[in-house]
């Protein structure tokens, strides 16, 4: 089984190596640590024996939230780990008393839309040609808080 937990120094080098597997356009070190020190950013790793599984980090500006990425290792997908992770993040936002999380996702990522909205996020709104390699529109998906 796996734990949550923040992201710290030590894991964020792992997040930095997760990011590089999983997006095209992957964060630099640089500016994972850089989030570490951002005080309206909030990071959550899941960890198993020291070994980061999965991410998920937002930034919060006043009572709203922005999701910034999310990613599960290749190998360790369908196990529940970015549902606890969506699910942990839902939860802090709450005790926060935010108004709403949202997020971008590729038009074309099935996967993850269906997370989002088992989660209760709904569509928002179409931001064309949003991301590169490859080209995609992202739909903009928002779950209402209060």
């Not at 108004?99 to 996702?105: G, H």
């Not at 209760?120 to 903009?140: H, I």
Request: proline fraction near 4%.
């Amino acid at each position: 089984m796996f734990e949550i937990l923040p992201m710290n120094l030590g894991s964020a080098h792992q997040v930095a190596a997760l990011e590089a597997v999983c997006f095209s356009d992957p964060w630099s070190l640089n500016s994972i640590l850089g989030e570490l020190f951002n005080p309206g950013a909030y990071y959550l790793t899941a960890q198993k024996s020291g070994q980061v599984l999965g991410y998920v980090g937002m930034h919060k500006i006043l009572d709203e939230g922005y999701i910034t990425n999310m990613a599960v290792s290749p190998g360790a997908r369908r196990q529940g780990i970015a549902r606890a992770l969506l699910c942990a993040l839902i939860e802090y936002a709450r005790a926060q008393a935010m108004a709403f999380l949202t997020l971008e996702v590729r038009e074309g990522n099935q996967g993850a839309i269906s997370l989002y909205s088992g989660e209760g996020f709904v569509r928002a709104g179409l931001r064309k040609g949003y991301y590169n390699s490859p080209p995609e529109d992202a739909l903009l998906m928002t779950l209402t808080l209060r």
